[in-house]
């Protein structure tokens, strides 16, 4: 069964500081890997996509990295700031005769306080 | 702002009722998936339409169904409403079925009392 789990489930910072958050994946077969930016009421946002060759890319203050051996990614926001403050999920992508199939992580509650 | 748009914004109703949701997909994008998002969790996938097609289904039943129109606009349909079903319903757009990215629309929150 594909499975998508992220950890921690919620976190708390200061503004200003950095923040790692991690998502463990066993989909397959692998095709992409996805973070979103949710607030609260509002749809996801696509930060990064990565496919199986990338293990790193950058969105602004947003760096997601991949490593598909052991079927980990992470999402390192750097100086963070109070609009951060939001759901980040992992999202990881199989791909089937249909197309992709998509299996979202739970999330992780980010709050920035100042 | 993604030009994915779905209405209502957010309804109330009550349980046994049906309720319909409406998304409409960003221009020239033949794909929509609609997934329901329970408060505190991850988007959980219903189906995925593709010119006009079912072209997959999650683990939802018979009454969550669906419908895209030619213009690829599309509708998701609930009967008989159970209180488990209240969640924000969002839906995604994509270029088409193999495309990586889709676009969300900011969701119908529905409440069922």
């Known amino acids: 069964k594909n499975q998508v789990e992220q950890s921690p489930q919620s976190l708390i910072i200061l503004e200003g500081k950095n923040c790692t958050l991690q998502?463990?994946?066993?989909?397959?077969?692998?095709?992409?890997l996805r973070w979103y930016k949710q607030d609260t009421g509002r749809g996801p946002v696509s930060l990064t996509i990565m496919t199986f060759s990338e293990n790193t890319k950058s969105n602004g203050r947003y760096t997601a990295t991949l490593d598909a051996d052991t079927k980990q990614s992470s999402l390192h926001i750097t100086a963070s700031q109070l609009s951060d403050s939001a759901s980040y999920i992992c999202?990881?992508?199989?791909?089937?005769?249909?197309?992709?199939?998509?299996?979202f992580g739970g999330g992780t509650r980010l709050m920035v306080k100042p | 702002e993604t030009g994915v748009t779905q209405s209502p914004t957010h309804l109330i109703k009550t349980r046994g009722q049906q309720v319909t949701l409406r998304c409409s997909s960003q221009s020239g994008h033949n794909t929509v998936s609609w997934y329901q998002q329970a408060l505190g969790q991850g988007p959980q996938f219903i189906f995925q339409?593709?010119?006009?097609?079912?072209?997959g289904r999650g683990n939802f039943p018979p009454r969550f169904s669906g419908l895209q129109f030619p213009n690829y606009s599309s509708e998701l349909n609930v009967n008989a409403l159970e209180l488990d079903d209240s969640a924000l319903y969002l839906c995604?757009?994509?270029?088409?079925?193999?495309?990586?990215?889709?676009?969300f629309g900011p969701g119908t929150r529905l409440t069922v009392t």
């Open positions: 998502c463990n994946y066993t989909v397959s077969p692998f095709s992409n």
């Open positions: 999202v990881v992508s199989a791909r089937d005769n249909a197309g992709n199939m998509l299996t």
């Open positions: 339409y593709y010119r006009e097609e079912e072209n």
């Open positions: 995604a757009s994509s270029l088409d079925r193999t495309t990586y990215e889709q676009y």
